[in-house]
């Protein structure tokens, strides 16, 4: 043999005594018969074929020999099993409701007051406050179509942002009837 | 645990082998080379003759220094008994197969 020992031969012996130690009962005669029988084998290569065959043997042996599952072992992990996967279910659940349900407006109705309305479209109209939470776009988009005449942010007491716009809104819209073009807030709302 | 069948292909060629030269202490890669089993297959196969009490074993000093002890085997009665039936077996079917 070589005074060297080839990478062939180093790895042959590390696969053995990784196999000594995986046998079930090791240190046990049958590891070290494994272990020992490499040193008589001449061919490196032949010396790494067995060790990795013999890694294999213990691990069967290892298969073979497990500790069998109690039902009482068994019912335990099925029920820590089930509560956790409960408990991500319920999280999960209450973190996608945040996310799937939008923003309802509250629309709160007030009198109107529009000088710059026709006496013909007043009765018509209905004026009011929407009020939206989680709102990030500006409100003159938001009531695109709808008259703005006030826009303001605060902060809710969950610290989302409340969005509040005094609008006036056709209370029976109709394709005929003439559409009131926004006007420019008259103040920048800050978001 | 339940006893296995000694009945497989690799389990009767190992046994034919050990049979061959009944009274001779065996190593584990001569037999590998003999009966062609990988020493995957070939140990799990002389543990399992051992724990049945067909296979006995022991730890010989090696021929040379510098070299560690080496397991080896060889058949109980009990495992020649078991080899010579399988033997008479295999002969049997190969006549009835010769026949028909």
Redesign the interface.
């Given at each position: 043999m070589n005074a060297a020992p080839s990478r062939f031969r180093r790895l042959a012996v590390t696969l053995a005594r990784h196999a000594a130690r995986v046998l079930p009962g090791a240190p046990s005669?049958?590891a070290?018969?494994?272990?020992?029988?490499l040193?008589?084998?001449a061919d490196d290569s032949a010396a790494l074929?067995?060790?990795?065959?013999?890694?294999?043997?213990s691990y069967?042996?290892r298969f073979?020999h497990r500790p069998r599952l109690s039902l009482r072992a068994a019912w335990r992990q099925l029920a820590t099993s089930g509560a956790l996967m409960l408990l991500i279910g319920l999280a999960l659940q209450e973190h996608a409701g945040g996310q799937t349900e939008p923003p309802q407006p509250a629309f709160d109705e007030t009198t109107c007051d529009l000088p710059g309305v026709s006496p013909e479209l007043r009765p018509r109209l209905r004026c009011g406050t929407v009020s939206v939470r989680g709102i990030t776009t500006s409100p003159t988009r938001a009531v695109s179509g709808w008259r703005s005449s006030l826009s303001r942010t605060s902060s809710s007491p969950r610290g989302r942002s409340l969005l509040s716009i005094s609008v006036a809104a056709p209370a029976n819209p109709s394709p005929s009837m003439p559409r009131i073009r926004p006007e420019r807030p008259t103040r920048p709302a800050a978001i | 645990m339940p006893r296995k069948s000694n009945n497989s292909r690799q389990t009767r060629a190992l046994l034919a082998a050990l049979l061959e030269r009944a009274q001779t202490w065996r190593?584990?890669?001569d037999l590998?080379k003999e009966t062609g089993l990988?020493?995957?297959?070939?140990?799990?196969l002389?543990?399992r003759l051992s724990e049945q009490g067909l296979l006995e074993?022991r730890?010989q000093e090696p021929e040379r220094s510098g070299?560690?002890?080496?397991?080896v085997y060889r058949l109980t009665a009990t495992g020649r008994a078991l080899a010579r039936e399988q033997e008479l077996e295999a002969v049997a079917t190969d006549r009835a197969g010769a026949w028909a």
């Open positions: 005669s049958w070290q018969a494994m272990r020992h029988e040193d008589y084998i074929r067995w060790a990795f065959g013999c890694m294999l043997a069967k042996a073979v | 190593h584990g890669y590998s990988k020493s995957g297959t070939l140990y799990p002389l543990m074993s730890w070299l560690p002890p080496r397991h």
